[in-house]
């Protein structure tokens, strides 16, 4: 079993800048990717980042140049930089961990993020 802890979100004005934080545990072996999704109220939930094993990052092309992931490996924890922050960043924030031999994805309970314009 896999457990993600995340926390991190809050209300900011635009322009400014969060950090959020996904801590994993539990058999935390094999991963193939961990990373963030985001879901709008009335919207599809999609993919904001992610980072391979390898250590190659994925970004949404609306986020890219504003947010930054990384993990540390030592703490199994990865990070979601977020600066530049616009209103149409307000989402509830969900962190994932993908395993190899596991056709679907573990998940955090989600963090609200909201940027008042």
């Known amino acids: 079993q896999v457990h993600l802890v995340e926390s991190g979100g809050g209300l900011v004005q635009a322009g400014g800048s969060l950090r959020l934080s996904c801590a994993a545990s539990?058999?935390?072996?094999?991963?193939?990717?961990m990373g963030w999704y985001r879901q709008a109220p009335g919207k599809q939930r999609e993919l904001v980042a992610r980072?391979?094993?390898?250590?190659?990052?994925n970004y949404a092309d609306s986020v890219k140049g504003r947010f930054t992931i990384s993990r540390d490996n030592a703490k199994n924890t990865v990070y979601l930089q977020m600066n530049s922050l616009k209103p149409e960043d307000t989402a509830v924030y969900y962190c994932?961990?993908?395993?190899?031999?596991?056709?679907?994805?573990?998940w955090g309970q989600g963090t609200q993020v909201t940027v008042s314009s």
């Open positions: 994932y961990l993908n395993k190899e031999w596991v056709p679907y994805n573990y």
């Open positions: 539990g058999s935390i072996f094999s991963i193939n990717a």
């Open positions: 980072i391979i094993s390898g250590g190659s990052t």
